[in-house]
């Protein structure tokens, strides 16, 4: 089993679209049954909410799946448990290296590395700009690049 953890600030703005957009790439190459994906936030205000508004909005008009989705915080042990920790940004990086330290055993990296053509290398936060197309965009395409690059990486076939 891969187990991909994607993280932002708050929980319900980028890393719950890049999970439900990344889960449901999984689904349609078929691998659903080897992929554990989820989404935590290093800040706690919003734990045990759903994904901000905008943010469902984008995916039920790509029609993504979120259901049951809710906030929650990152935790030391995440750092053990996930094989692929996926930041948003710069800052989102730095929390979990300094949680990290020595006891990290997945790999942690961020979402645009795996999107080098991409003019911007930290997905912006539309909790503040309200720019929730540029963000999906941003996941959509990243995603695809994350998944070709675990599948590589672990052996797994896409269909
Ligand atoms: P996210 O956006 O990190 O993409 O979920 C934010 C959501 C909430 C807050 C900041 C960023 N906040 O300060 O409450």
Request: aromatic share 10%; hydrophobic share 35%.
């Amino acid at each position: 089993m891969v187990k991909v953890l994607f993280v932002c600030l708050g929980n319900i703005c980028r890393s719950p679209m890049a999970e439900a957009v990344f889960r449901q790439k999984v689904k349609e190459a078929d691998l659903s049954d080897q992929f554990e994906i989820d989404s935590a936030g290093t800040g706690d205000w919003h734990i045990g909410k759903p994904p901000h508004e905008g943010t469902r909005g984008i995916l039920d008009q790509y029609a993504i799946d979120y259901s049951g989705m809710k906030a929650r915080k990152v935790k030391k042990s995440d750092l053990q448990d996930y094989h692929y920790i996926i930041a948003m940004d710069a800052e989102n990086l730095g929390n979990l290296n300094a949680m990290a330290q020595y006891e990290r055993t997945g790999e942690v990296a961020r979402l645009l590395d795996f999107l080098p053509e991409s003019q911007v290398v930290d997905v912006p936060d539309p909790y503040y700009t309200g720019n929730f197309e540029e963000v999906y965009d941003l996941v959509n395409k990243s995603c695809e690049k994350l998944l070709s690059y675990i599948c590589q990486r672990e052996n797994l076939k896409k269909s």
